[in-house]
């Protein structure tokens, strides 16, 4: 349990560097990074981790990594379509609930509460 959340929380590290240096070489201040490995090899537990925390960090060299990473431990495809679905679920889930929280900090601050109604039109209003 203690490795899975050193790698849960050493993913989110790994991505924001790799988006550092993406921006440094697209304002001209360094180079790429070069293509990240995978943060862990060999527990199958490990690297689902990683892969979900990669897909939580929004981080497509990290994806790719973490996928040949359990790729090579055995994991076949519908595994790891599984395993992102979850992590993808995961990462909407939390979007909801932290906008959802958001949406309640505004209306404390404004002194009322928005009704329902008026949050789902704002809501539609945003998708369309």
């Known amino acids: 349990m203690v490795e899975s959340v050193t790698t849960a929380r050493a993913v989110p590290n790994q991505a924001i560097a790799l ?37 939580g960090a929004n981080s497509h060299a990290l994806l790719r990594a973490h996928i040949a990473a359990a790729r090579e431990l055995g994991f076949v495809a519908r595994e790891l379509a599984t395993a992102i679905a979850m992590a993808e679920h995961v990462q909407q889930r939390a979007g909801e609930v932290t906008a959802k929280r958001a949406t309640t ?21 945003v998708r369309s």
């Open 105 to 125: 900090m505004l209306d404390e601050l404004d002194g009322m509460a928005r009704p329902a109604a008026r949050r789902a039109k704002a809501l539609e209003e």
């Open 19 to 55: 988006l550092a240096s993406r921006i440094d070489e697209l304002l001209g201040g360094g180079p790429a990074a070069e293509e990240m490995s995978p943060l862990v090899v060999g527990a199958k537990e490990q690297v689902l981790v990683a892969l979900g925390a990669s897909v």
